[in-house]
Nanobody, 120 residues
Framework: QVQLSESGGRLVQAGDSLRLSCIASGRAFSDYAMGWFRQVPGQERKFVAAISMGGADTYYTDSVKTRFFISRDNAKNTVYLDMNNLRVEDTAIYFC?????????????WGQGTQVTVSS
C-alpha cells in the first residue's frame, strides 16, 4: 500500500553525474526496503541497487559498483540514486521499487520510471 514516483532523469553526456529521486506516498516508509531497477526497450528489467529499511545496508549490481550510490531519507519518504561517471550503456528507464519484508516474493510496488539517456 504505497505509491512511488521517480524523477531526475534527463539527457547527459558520458562521464557526467546525475541524481535520481523516488518519493513514496503513505505512512511507514521505513518499513520497506527499497531498490532501483532499469530497463532498456526490448530487454529484461535488471536490478541496479538496493537499500535496507534503515539505510545501514546497501547492495549493487557489479556493473555499477563504485559508480552509483543509493541512499534514503526516511523523514522525507525519499530514496536517491546518485550516478557518477555515466556510460552510454547506462541509458535506460530507471524504476524505483519497494519491498515489504513481511510479504515473500520480492518487490511489491513500482514507480512509473524516469528516462536516463547518456550520449557519447
Amino acid at each position: 500500500q504505497v505509491q512511488l514516483s521517480e524523477s531526475g532523469g534527463r539527457l547527459v553526456q558520458a562521464g557526467d553525474s546525475l541524481r535520481l529521486s523516488c518519493i513514496a506516498s503513505g505512512r511507514a516508509f521505513s518499513d520497506y526496503a527499497m531498490g532501483w531497477f532499469r530497463q532498456v526497450p526490448g530487454q529484461e528489467r535488471k536490478f541496479v541497487a538496493a537499500i535496507s529499511m534503515g539505510g545501514a545496508d546497501t547492495y549493487y549490481t557489479d556493473s555499477v559498483k563504485t559508480r552509483f550510490f543509493i541512499s534514503r531519507d526516511n523523514a522525507k519518504n525519499t530514496v536517491y540514486l546518485d550516478m557518477n561517471n555515466l556510460r552510454v550503456e547506462d541509458t535506460a528507464i530507471y524504476f524505483c521499487a519497494a519491498d515489504d519484508p513481511q510479504i515473500l516474493g520480492g518487490y511489491e510496488y513500482w514507480g512509473q520510471g524516469t528516462q536516463v539517456t547518456v550520449s557519447s
